[in-house]
């Protein structure tokens, strides 16, 4: 198919918010785009299902405010008013010991947003908070683009910087491995770096949490594929690509199949066995990325648990509560009895487990002995509630593993060949993978994809 007399056809691999973002981004330029997608639906690592009659997401998903393209996605979708955003900041932490403390930012401009929520924290010493300031003035300083930030992990530099292991656990380790889904001790310095400046230090509001008020399988599945459709696109669910190869081609479901630019918008596991060495001749370090698991433990009781209150602040409005824990295997726990459809006075909880390498092969048994202690260590009502299900979802390549030396691995967008480009959270966005990562990459694959376009469109020859 050439490119003279239409604006091209565009063969995007992999349906995930990547793909997705990439196909609505080129399609309000008037270019043609088909999704092929190997799992029967749209969404990638996001997704939902049903179980007992209640509709279950894969995983609790946030963003925060500052997460500009992904918020830019949702406007595309028509589904702002899908999703619900923090007036300000608000986490309430509890510990098993009954002890709690509440971060919340004062409506003043960054970096004193945050002062008056460190001053108050009471899950730490004032000469801990004293020195959580400083920690976070130095950070500020710091690039984190710097490839030297990238050799070296956040927990050894927060230790350089007077951090003891009651700061470490009780404030860093409960933003950045929620983030980066990797502990401290792990994680890239420079990774951790961004997540704080621009979600904690930069704008006021930039770390105010927002929660999808729908089913995943709604925001990122039915809504953008209604969308897509309604905009001339296509989507091939359950189709197979095998190869890649010059033309540009795919082999999809053993059938060739023509396009004028390709974008594989799909995990780096599968891009490095795809694209072709020509166009990327690193493509076999890319496995040095890894993967990061995620495990989420989802109870339902038969009253209130979290919402019963007994001391337990709420934040993020009455339909969106959620709270941190810490000095526990408990992380972070989300009501979803509304958007599950739950009735009849009972309550779900899903708790959700970032780096849970610990726990992604534990039989669910053992999970469920572990967890229904913790929670009930930290909700005095789950002592009296029954549990009426309890089940476990895990992720084990939920993210690439955000280590040291993991950001010189990271391609760019384009390849070695003018038509084949990347697309995906792992690719170099500038940003963790996160579902922001994956947006913005997939803006600028589109980009990338029109200027080809115009470019072989202009020299008037194929794109192939």
Same mark, same amino acid.
């Given at each position: 198919?050439?490119?003279?007399?239409?604006?091209?056809?565009?063969?995007?691999?992999?349906?995930?918010?990547a793909?997705?973002?990439t196909?609505?981004?080129?399609?309000?330029?008037?270019?043609?785009?088909?999704?092929?997608?190997?799992?029967p639906?749209?969404?990638?690592?996001?997704?939902?299902?049903t179980?007992?009659?209640?509709?279950?997401?894969?995983?609790?998903?946030?963003?925060?405010?500052?997460?500009s393209?992904?918020?830019?996605?949702?406007?595309?979708?028509?589904a702002?008013?899908?999703?619900?955003?923090?007036?300000?900041?608000?986490?309430?932490?509890?510990?098993?010991g009954?002890?709690?403390?509440r971060?919340?930012r004062?409506?003043?401009?960054?970096?004193?947003?945050?002062?008056?929520?460190?001053?108050?924290?009471?899950?730490?010493?004032?000469?801990?908070?004293?020195?959580?300031?400083?920690?976070?003035?130095?950070?500020?300083?710091?690039?984190?683009?710097?490839?030297?930030?990238?050799?070296?992990?956040?927990?050894?530099?927060?230790?350089?910087?007077?951090?003891?292991?009651?700061?470490?656990?009780?404030?860093?380790? !409960?933003?950045?491995?929620a =983030?980066?889904?990797? +502990?401290?001790?792990?994680?890239? %310095? &420079? @990774?951790a770096?961004? $997540?704080?400046?621009?979600?904690?230090?930069g704008?006021?509001?930039?770390?105010?949490?927002?929660?999808?008020?729908?089913?995943?399988?709604?925001?990122?599945?039915?809504?953008?594929?209604?969308?897509?459709?309604?905009?001339?696109?296509?989507?091939?669910?359950?189709?197979?690509?095998?190869?890649?190869?010059?033309?540009?081609?795919?082999v999809?479901?053993?059938?060739?199949?023509?396009?004028?630019?390709?974008?594989?918008a799909?995990?780096?596991?599968?891009?490095?066995s !795809?694209?072709?060495?020509? =166009?990327?001749?690193? +493509?076999?370090?890319?496995?040095? %990325? &890894? @993967?990061?698991?995620? $495990?989420?433990?989802?109870v339902?009781y038969?009253?209130?648990?979290?919402?019963?209150?007994?001391?337990?602040?709420?934040?993020?409005?009455?339909?969106?509560?959620?709270?941190?824990?810490?000095?526990?295997?408990?992380?972070?726990?989300?009501?979803?009895?509304?958007?599950?459809?739950?009735?009849?006075?009972?309550?779900?909880?899903?708790?959700?487990?970032?780096?849970?390498?610990?726990?992604?092969?534990?039989?669910?048994?053992?999970i469920?002995?572990?967890?229904?202690?913790?929670?009930?260590?930290?909700?005095?009502?789950? +002592?009296?509630?029954?549990?009426?299900?309890?089940?476990?979802?895990?992720?084990?390549?939920?993210?690439?593993?955000?280590?040291?030396?993991t950001?010189?691995?990271?391609?760019?967008?384009?390849?070695?060949?003018?038509?084949?480009?990347?697309?995906?959270?792992?690719?170099?966005?500038?940003w963790?993978?996160?579902?922001?990562?994956?947006?913005?990459?997939?803006?600028?694959?589109?980009?990338?994809?029109?200027r080809?376009?115009?470019?072989?469109?202009s020299?008037?020859?194929?794109?192939?």
């Amino acid at each position: 198919m050439s490119t003279a007399g239409g604006q091209g056809e565009v063969a995007i691999v992999g349906g995930g918010l990547a793909g997705i973002t990439t196909a609505l981004a080129l399609q309000e330029t008037g270019i043609r785009t088909t999704i092929y997608e190997a799992r029967p639906r749209l969404g990638g690592a996001t997704h939902s299902f049903t179980r007992g009659g209640l509709t279950v997401d894969n995983g609790q998903h946030i963003f925060l405010k500052c997460c500009s393209a992904y918020q830019g996605l949702l406007g595309r979708l028509g589904a702002t008013d899908r999703v619900r955003v923090q007036d300000r900041l608000d986490i309430p932490v509890l510990t098993p010991g009954g002890a709690g403390g509440r971060l919340r930012r004062a409506k003043a401009p960054g970096p004193l947003h945050l002062v008056p929520a460190l001053a108050g924290y009471r899950l730490l010493p004032p000469a801990d908070r004293l020195r959580a300031v400083r920690a976070s003035l130095a950070l500020d300083r710091l690039d984190p683009d710097d490839p030297a930030h990238d050799r070296v992990t956040m927990g050894a530099w927060l230790a350089r910087h007077g951090q003891r292991p009651q700061a470490r656990d009780a404030l860093w380790d !409960l933003f950045v491995t929620a =983030a980066l889904n990797i +502990r401290l001790d792990e994680a890239a %310095l &420079g @990774s951790a770096a961004m $997540v704080c400046k621009t979600g904690l230090l930069g704008r006021s509001d930039a770390a105010d949490i927002g929660v999808p008020t729908v089913p995943l399988g709604d925001l990122h599945g039915t809504i953008p594929a209604a969308k897509i459709e309604r905009g001339g696109g296509r989507i091939e669910l359950g189709a197979k690509v095998t190869a890649v190869d010059a033309g540009p081609k795919l082999v999809v479901d053993g059938s060739p199949v023509s396009a004028d630019a390709v974008v594989m918008a799909v995990p780096h596991r599968v891009a490095s066995s !795809l694209v072709p060495a020509e =166009a990327s001749p690193e +493509r076999a370090e890319w496995d040095g %990325l &890894g @993967s990061s698991p995620i $495990v989420n433990v989802h109870v339902v009781y038969d009253r209130p648990v979290l919402r019963a209150g007994g001391g337990v602040p709420r934040a993020g409005g009455r339909d969106a509560p959620f709270v941190a824990a810490v000095g526990s295997p408990v992380q972070w726990v989300f009501d979803r009895t509304a958007i599950s459809g739950l009735t009849g006075g009972g309550e779900y909880l899903a708790v959700s487990v970032s780096a849970a390498d610990r726990w992604i092969d534990i039989p669910t048994a053992e999970i469920r002995a572990v967890y229904l202690a913790e929670l009930e260590r930290l909700f005095p009502a789950a +002592r009296r509630a029954r549990v009426t299900d309890f089940f476990v979802t895990r992720e084990r390549h939920a993210t690439f593993r955000q280590s040291p030396g993991t950001g010189a691995l990271r391609p760019a967008s384009a390849t070695r060949l003018p038509w084949l480009f990347l697309a995906g959270a792992w690719t170099d966005t500038g940003w963790p993978d996160t579902m922001e990562g994956a947006v913005r990459s997939g803006l600028t694959a589109a980009r990338l994809v029109r200027r080809h376009l115009n470019r072989v469109r202009s020299d008037g020859v194929s794109g192939r």
